[in-house]
């Protein structure tokens, strides 16, 4: 039995850019602007680092292939620099690669970067692909909000819950979200919205709305990672060490195999069992005091919760409702507004969320700060479909 | 004896109604008012001569008896494929073995009845044939044949006798009488002046060649029980019967109010619909009319009461929605395009090297089934899927185009990119076992529920009109036939 990552790594910096349509930068403004900030909380110089790790989802439309793009944007020291790419989980994986290379002892410091430049493609939502390879001449001629929309249909039945009752509530999500993105000085979404205007949105893909789904922004988030001993030599006081960070993959079963009912996120489950596990919670409702999940869609945060164990399972619904995961709720979720309202640059995003969780945990998160900061804090960062997906887990806390 | 062993059709379910056509465009023809009544049978943006004859040979011939037919013949002037072997994808679609014969049989409105002339002459030696005829002929907007066409299909399954109807003859006639013509890649068919094809066509030729017909076969016109010819021109099947001396009430419905005049496929849609109301003993007489005219007489025997239930004809002209919106006819048919948007833009080419690789899964449908576990699974892989027995090497071919399937889940996509949103589709899970998401068509996206029942039908999944490719997929549809 690996011994895991428990308190193996702390972070040194983070980084993040101000997210939203960038029409005044591409890819390496964005990875410079968090980058600068990162660098500047790390404390250290640029030669420091040993080794880089980029995360972005759909280079295409992004940076282009390799991690070259990166080296030459922060004038890296010729250092090892490798691009990961995970779908919408690449950002955690970035930050996994770093991490990893810290704790092996290959690196003394690692950074990990995720970017995503999404509005150059001249229209709304995530950018259509050439369609050529097998998996698509099967698959349906579908969307990202489609797919996860399904995971409603699926939901209502098994749980017995009227489309109505369900859409209300994932209005909740969403108008929790605005709220919560209005205070975040660097949201793309910053508009307060209620569950009416939500309700009655227009349709995206049933029975998500407009404001079921979330930002599709331009934004890079960074995170600068060491050895708790070399974070104290550097002068840190206050750490924050990662406490698990875990990856579970689909193997086909829930798309090709039987068993699965489309109402849940398997590898969600999956992932979260392990990063208890390796963080040493046995019971996450109480240890867990903070959560960012992967908001793409206001169900798919819903049905998250009940997979993260934070719910109980068909009652999500009623915790949302009740207010369990607002921002002065008992366990706060996407406290600065989420991938709905600060926005979602594909690579990005499972840095930003890190990001959140690390300045919440060390008392600097602004107008948003929760009272009590928080001890131990999850993020959850999902790539692909509902029924094919890779999801990643990551928790962080006061060392 | 030759015989027809079996038959089947389909008919798209979208009716466009010709009041709406004919609202929308009396000011600019006000002659049109002429063809105004009732509606006409228009395919999906995702069907052609291909799918919808893929639909009428499932209609005709069990998946089981698929795999004794010697040949196929593919008639339609409508084909997707100047060359690219199209009755070579029915084929494929049908999950047929390698060892089959296949032919394209096109250039006229005769093709449909040639065609199954052509399977009644190879049966010799044993073994069937089946005939599928197939038409989605495209019209100019604003003409009268807009209205007076329909799409459609039919399927004959032919061979040694006994069956259902038994072969008297066949006889034809051949004249270069240029009622009609359409250029090799001109889209429209240019028409003549009625009255001449009326009075110097239909009139002249057909009754020459149904006299000459009968005398041949030794059968007297007054026994012929049910006639059956297309009419494109309004009581041009009552008056040919007349004038060969076929008793008034032998003429069949043209269903010209209720499908229009599915081209070459006419001909064998109205034998089916025929055959489906006969009676054994009775005299059905075929004729076809088009540069020429096929003649072709069968006896329908005792055994045509057992015939197993089918949709048939009738079938499938009661699964129907009405089209009262005339523009979003004109962009389903292709003859208005609509800004699609960005979205639209997307590369839409198959690989045909990859599209060979895994021609049974796409074209036929045909999954896997681990031999060690039990578990089917789509679309097959060297490593069973299953959870807890990752078998190796254990997949046996498990078709699953035949097996009705259930929703698990769904959406209705307005967001993505297709000639008729909103994009339905969502995961189905197949009786016995294996499920996929999939797209589905001929819904309405509102009364999709979690647990529906569905069957899957052949499409066309997307245009690469860029390079006139057309790929094909199994979508799912609400089941039709929830009885059976």
Redesign the interface.
């Known amino acids: 039995m690996a011994s895991g990552i428990k308190d193996k790594v702390a972070i040194l910096g983070m980084g993040c850019s101000r997210f939203g349509e960038r029409w005044d930068m591409d890819a390496n403004g964005l990875m410079v602007e968090a980058f600068l900030e990162a660098i500047e909380d790390a404390g250290i110089d640029v030669t420091q680092i040993d080794a880089a790790w980029l995360g972005v989802g759909l280079d295409t439309t992004s940076i282009g292939p390799s991690a070259v793009p990166l080296s030459v944007a922060l004038r890296l020291p010729n250092i090892p620099c490798t691009k990961v790419e995970n779908y919408c989980a690449s950002g955690t994986e970035s930050f996994r690669g770093a991490v990893y290379a810290v704790a092996s002892g290959a690196a003394d410091i690692a950074l990990a970067m995720g970017v995503e430049k999404l509005k150059d ?3 709304g ?1 995530l950018p ?7 998996p698509d ?7 990202a ?3 996860f ?6 939901y ?2 098994k749980h017995g819950i009227q489309r109505d009752d369900l859409k209300r509530a994932i209005a909740h999500v969403s108008v929790k979200s605005h709220a919560n993105g209005a205070k975040n000085p660097k949201a793309h979404l910053r508009k307060p919205i209620t569950e009416e205007q939500a309700v009655n949105a ?5 029975p ?1 709305g407009l404001f079921d789904c979330c930002g599709v922004s331009d934004g890079a988030a960074c995170a600068i990672v060491t050895t708790p001993e070399i974070a104290r030599r550097l002068g840190k006081t206050d750490l924050v060490t990662v406490k698990a960070l875990q990856v579970a993959a689909s ?3 829930e ?5 699965w ?3 849940y996120f398997h590898t969600t489950r999956v992932a979260s069992a392990r990063a208890y596990k390796e963080a040493g919670i046995t019971d996450p409702r109480k240890e867990i005091s903070l959560t960012e999940v992967h908001d793409c869609f206001s169900i798919t945060e819903l049905v998250t919760m009940e997979d993260l164990g934070l719910s109980d399972e068909g009652r999500a619904v009623h915790d949302v409702m009740d207010g369990k995961f607002d921002a002065d709720g008992t366990i706060p979720c996407q406290i600065d507004g989420g991938l709905k309202c600060f926005g979602h640059p594909i690579g990005a995003s499972g840095i930003r969320m890190i990001y959140e969780n690390y300045l919440q945990l060390l008392g600097r998160a602004g107008e948003r700060q929760r009272a009590t900061p928080p001890v131990t804090a999850l993020s959850h960062n999902l790539g692909g479909f509902p ?1 094919l997906n890779i999801c990643a887990v990551a928790i962080v806390g006061m060392h | 004896m030759t015989s027809i062993i079996a038959f089947g059709a389909y008919v798209p379910r979208r009716r466009l109604q010709r009041e709406a056509a004919v609202s929308a465009l009396s000011w600019f023809n006000a002659g049109l008012g002429a063809h105004g009544r009732g509606e006409r049978a228009i395919a999906g943006w995702d069907e052609d001569a291909i799918t919808m004859a893929v639909e009428a040979a499932r209609d005709c011939v069990a998946e089981d008896a698929r795999q004794t037919v010697r040949k196929l013949i593919l008639a339609s002037t409508s084909l997707p494929y100047a060359d690219r072997q199209n009755a070579g994808i029915v084929k494929e679609a049908l999950n047929m073995p390698d060892a089959v014969g296949a032919l394209d049989v096109t250039g006229s409105q005769r093709a449909g009845t040639s065609g199954l002339i052509a399977a009644l002459e190879s049966t010799g030696g044993g073994g069937a044939v089946l005939c599928v005829a197939s038409e989605r002929r495209r019209a100019k907007v604003a003409s009268e044949a807009e209205l007076v066409y329909g799409d459609g299909a039919a399927a004959v399954l032919v061979g040694p006798g006994p069956g259902l109807a038994d072969l008297i003859g066949h006889h034809s006639h051949t004249v270069d009488f240029a009622d009609h013509f359409r250029a090799t890649e001109r889209p429209f068919d240019y028409e003549w002046e009625g009255r001449w094809v009326r009075d110097e066509g239909y009139a002249k030729i057909v009754p020459a060649a149904i006299g000459a017909a009968l005398e041949k076969f030794g059968v007297g016109a007054d026994a012929i029980d049910r006639f059956v010819m297309p009419a494109p021109i309004r009581g041009i099947d009552k008056s040919v019967a007349k004038a060969a001396g076929i008793k008034a009430e032998a003429v069949q419905d043209n269903l010209q109010d209720r499908l229009g005049t599915a081209g070459c496929a006419q001909p064998l849609i109205l034998l089916a619909h025929a055959l489906e109301k006969a009676a054994p003993g009775e005299l059905v007489l075929v004729a076809a009319f088009g540069q020429g005219c096929d003649v072709l007489l069968f006896r329908v025997t005792d055994t045509i009461g057992t015939r197993p239930t089918n949709m048939g004809v009738a079938g499938w002209l009661d699964r129907r929605k009405a089209e009262d919106n005339y523009v979003r006819h004109l962009h389903l048919a292709g003859a208005l395009t609509l800004d699609g ?3 639209a ?7 045909p090297s ?2 060979y ?2 021609r049974r ?2 074209l036929a449908l045909v999954g896997g089934r681990c031999t060690k576990t039990g ?5 097959p ?1 060297e490593i069973s ?3 807890n027995e990752r078998a190796i090497g254990t997949q046996e071919e498990y078709p699953l185009a035949e097996r009705r399937a259930r929703i ?11 000639p008729d949103p ?2 339905c ?3 189905i ?1 197949f009786e016995g ?7 589905f068509t001929d819904v309405d ?1 509102e009364t ?4 529906q029942p569905m069957r899957m039908m052949f499409r066309i ?2 245009n690469d009109v860029d390079r006139g490719f057309k ?1 094909y ?1 199994w979508k799912a549809v609400p089941d039709y036939r929830a009885e059976a």
């Open positions: 493609t001249g229209y939502g259509a692909r050439p369609r050529g390879a097998f001449a099967t698959l349906a001629n579908s969307t909000p489609g797919q929309a399904q995971i409603a249909s699926a209502s039945a227009p349709m995206i893909a049933e998500l193997n086909g079963w798309a090709e195999g039987s068993g009912d489309g109402s029924n | 948007g960005m979205r833009e997307a590369d839409q080419r198959t690989p990859m599209l690789r895994h899964s796409l578990t089917i699974q789509f679309p892989s899927v299953a959870q698990a889940s769904f959406t209705a996509d307005s967001l993505v990119y297709t909103p994009g589709y969502g995961l899970e076992g294996g499920r996929m998401t999939v797209d996206a999709l529920e979690v647990g999944k997307r790929h997929f």
